[in-house]
């Protein structure tokens, strides 16, 4: 099931905090897919935020899903789940639990503030039909460090398909990939890809840079 | 001088499908018809006649009277016998002035040299007009607008041959950054301070992207028009800055500031500052050209494309992408400017460093700068005027032309001095016409056969790398004015693609192309683009569109002076009947 959360957080590294926090705290397991949104609802624009959590059977559909690549989007994996996951909000997640200021949906149920619990909503869904969202926690997240070829990005993690930018054309398995240490695919069309984009050395890198220039930065 | 070409002053916003408020408003910065005593008081808009009374009452109108000797700091015969520059020499009726409106001073939190520094280099570099743009800011609407003013008008009187105008970087509220910048006179810092408190989304807070503060951008800039309207201020503008940069300036906000006041909003930066931020490390700063090295944020416009966050053969996206934002604005027939500045906060390579002690906020500046004597490799601005140039077609050696020149899109950019001079002219082919340049509107009958005649003088001398660029190629992009959307947002233009392209086979003197345009049976415009050939791919919008644009900028590793680009703005060609 998607545990779609929202804090309002203004900005996406609060969202990433946020998330890690929560995956903590609920003691979720490795291979958990959690993602940042975007999301308007009633409020400001904010970041919200979605994590896959075992179904009270202790089926984990969606993490099954997104680690292997060529397979269904998580959302419908769910959907074809027998046992109905969506109908049956009480999980291992018990909203009940979560702090009173977040808001959180889980199938139906909905906690915490109106337009936080309506944006945690918006969350899930986007993660559930992989429709949108820009995945933080994934199956071989860890296993993304130093240079890589985009095969072995592939082979090594939930990324499902490396697009570059400005460019109609796959690149090649072979081509070198520097991961920053900080890869942020995102869900396109139920499918997990990561954007990349020419960098220094004849290499592609993740087009997300781990620490862009501020706002009015000081450039000195 | 300057008034040789056949109508100087009827194109105001004269653009197919568009006559939202500009007429009015866009012939203030524009005094020759309002002193030009041939032209009958009947002829006047309401705003030239009410600025020509004023005339009569101060017993200014008549004889010796002319736009230069009323505004200008200098006449323009002044200008010309004093001046040196290729900028000097009339070319096509105009004085084709370089100018820079993007330039930081130690009265930015993250800047550090003070005006003449920035004012000495620029014109060293060969700008003709300059626009001090400090960012928007608590201290700096508390006291570096009023500090920064005494440094402007002392270089303005020091250095001679270069315009100095007063400015801000204006956080426009829900949006990105802009120039906002006013004629000298004895108002402009009162106006620019209560524009900068009352507008500014730092200083009020209203940076999220709401339709409040979306509101409050549009009252900022009713304020400068009305300012303008006033005679509080001479003149003033609005220029969007990097605009693609962080995704935040929306199509709709785009189109409502410049409908909302088409005189004062006037275009935006078709390729922004911090040029050598993409020169690879360890001799550069490693960044992304441009410093854009953004993603989406939740105030970002969430249909922009991954690509709009990056640079282009150094350009910002929505200027680079053929059939793209810029295009999807030109093809309504909005008049919509592009330009090319630095940006300059702390350059390239600079042994300087921003003076120690002192507190901004208290004191609205940093210290003098000071030498360190160590050349910094992760700055990645240049000198105004070193790589990035607006050229504006002036009248005249003033302040009020070089901005009437900008609202006219009497402009075209370049980078590391891809060529010298630019003339265009679109005509009728055949009939002897000298035509229309940048920015203006040809009017034919329908059916007519248009040509655009283009002079290129070519570089012919080194730029500030010590090499002589060689341009390779010319594109000539054209579209169809297909009228106002519906959907605000939209961002793309089906009917615009490059057309004709003409190799240039020499490299010294002037090369001269005809583009024929064929027959006119629907308003179309033609804007035109060059490069030095070093770099290309395929447009974002298919070969069919762009087969050899500007490539995507490599992170880390692009070297702005083995990639470059010039643009024109567009002329429209408008049929009648």
């Known amino acids: ?220 | 001088m300057g008034h040789g070409h056949d109508h100087p002053h009827e194109h105001s916003h004269a653009h197919p499908h568009d006559h939202s408020h500009g007429a009015e408003h866009a012939g203030q910065g524009d005094l020759a018809p309002v002193v030009d005593l041939s032209v009958p008081d009947a002829e006047l808009s309401p705003g030239e006649l009410s600025r020509r009374q004023m005339f009569r009452r101060a017993g200014l109108l008549g004889a010796g009277l002319t736009a230069a000797g009323v505004l200008g700091t200098q006449g323009a015969a002044a200008a010309a016998t004093q001046r040196t520059r290729t900028s000097t020499e009339p070319r096509d009726g105009y004085l084709w002035l370089a100018g820079d409106h993007h330039i930081h001073t130690q009265h930015s939190s993250d800047g550090m040299y003070k005006v003449s520094d920035q004012v000495r280099h620029g014109n060293a570099y060969g700008l003709d007009w300059m626009v001090i743009t400090d960012h928007g800011s608590v201290a700096h609407a508390k006291i570096g607008v009023d500090k920064v003013n005494p440094d402007i008008v002392a270089t303005r009187k020091a250095v001679k041959d270069t315009l100095v105008f007063q400015g801000l970087e204006w956080n426009i509220p829900a949006a990105e950054h802009g120039t906002v910048f006013v004629a000298p006179g004895r108002n402009e810092v009162a106006t620019l301070k209560e524009f900068e408190n009352s507008f500014d989304g730092s200083v009020k807070g209203a940076t999220a992207g709401t339709p409040q503060n979306e509101a409050l951008a549009i009252a900022g800039l009713n304020f400068l028009a009305d300012a303008v309207r006033r005679r509080r201020v001479e003149d003033a503008l609005f220029l969007a800055n990097h605009p693609a940069r962080k995704g935040l300036d929306a199509p709709h906000e785009i189109r409502g500031w410049r409908d909302a006041q088409p005189s004062i909003a006037v275009g935006m930066e078709g390729a922004p500052g911090h040029q050598a931020a993409g020169i690879a490390k360890p001799n550069g700063a490693g960044s992304g050209r441009g410093f854009y090295d953004n993603s989406p944020s939740a105030d970002s416009f969430a249909a922009y494309p991954p690509e709009s966050y990056k640079t282009f053969g150094g350009f910002d996206w929505m200027t680079a992408t053929v059939g793209g934002l810029w295009d999807s604005l030109l093809a309504e027939g909005k008049s919509w400017w592009i330009t090319a500045n630095s940006d300059s906060h702390t350059v390239y390579l600079d042994t300087s460093d921003r003076g120690p002690g002192g507190n901004l906020d208290t004191d609205g500046r940093y210290n003098d700068p000071i030498y360190k004597g160590v050349p910094n490799t992760s700055n990645g601005d240049f000198w105004p005027g070193y790589y990035s140039k607006t050229h504006v077609g002036s009248r005249e050696f003033s302040y009020t032309a070089v901005m009437d020149g900008i609202r006219q899109g009497r402009v075209w950019v370049d980078h590391g001095g891809l060529i010298t001079a630019l003339v265009v002219r679109a005509r009728q082919t055949g009939t002897g016409q000298r035509g229309v340049t940048l920015g203006d509107t040809l009017h034919v009958r329908k059916s007519a056969k248009v040509e655009i005649a283009i002079e290129i003088t070519l570089a012919n001398q080194p730029n500030w790398a010590q090499f002589i660029p060689a341009l390779a190629r010319v594109d000539v992009i054209q579209g169809e004015v297909t009228g106002p959307v519906s959907d605000k947002d939209v961002f793309t233009t089906p009917a615009t693609k490059v057309v004709k392209s003409f190799e240039v086979k020499k490299n010294t003197g002037t090369v001269t192309f005809t583009y024929q345009v064929g027959a006119v049976d629907r308003p179309v415009y033609v804007r035109l683009r060059g490069t030095d050939g070093n770099r290309g791919a395929v447009g974002l919008l298919g070969a069919s569109v762009d087969p050899a644009g500007p490539a995507i900028d490599v992170f880390g590793d692009a070297d702005p002076w083995k990639d470059l680009w010039f643009y024109s703005n567009p002329i429209w060609i408008a049929p009648r009947g």
């Not at chain 1, 993490?63 to 419908?76: I, M």
């Not at chain 1, 074809?80 to 959180?104: E, Q, T």
């Open chain 1, 1 to 220: 099931m998607i545990l779609g959360l929202d804090a309002g957080s203004r900005t996406v590294a609060e969202a990433e905090h946020l998330l890690h926090e929560m995956a903590e705290s609920l003691g979720l397991p490795a291979g958990t897919v959690g993602c940042t949104h975007f999301v308007r609802t009633t409020g400001l624009a904010h970041v919200a935020c979605s994590l896959s959590v075992p179904t009270a059977t202790g089926r984990d559909a969606d993490t099954a899903s997104a680690g292997g690549a060529g397979t269904a989007p998580a959302g419908g994996t769910r959907t074809d789940s027998a046992d109905g996951a969506g109908a049956a909000p009480a999980g291992v997640v018990d909203l009940g639990a979560l702090p009173a200021h977040l808001g959180a949906a889980l199938g139906d149920a909905r906690t915490g503030p109106g337009d936080l619990a309506e944006g945690a909503a918006l969350a899930a869904a986007a993660h559930a039909a992989g429709s949108s969202g820009r995945l933080v926690l994934f199956p071989g997240r860890d296993a993304l460090t130093g240079t890589l070829t985009t095969a072995e990005v592939l082979a090594r993690s939930a990324v499902e398909r490396v697009v570059v930018l400005g460019r109609t054309e796959d690149p090649a398995p072979d081509a070198p990939l520097a991961t920053n240490d900080f890869v942020r695919p995102q869900w396109r069309d139920g499918r997990i890809v990561l954007l990349a984009m020419p960098a220094a050395g004849g290499m592609l890198m993740p087009a997300e840079v781990p620490n862009p220039t501020p706002c009015c930065a000081d450039h000195g």
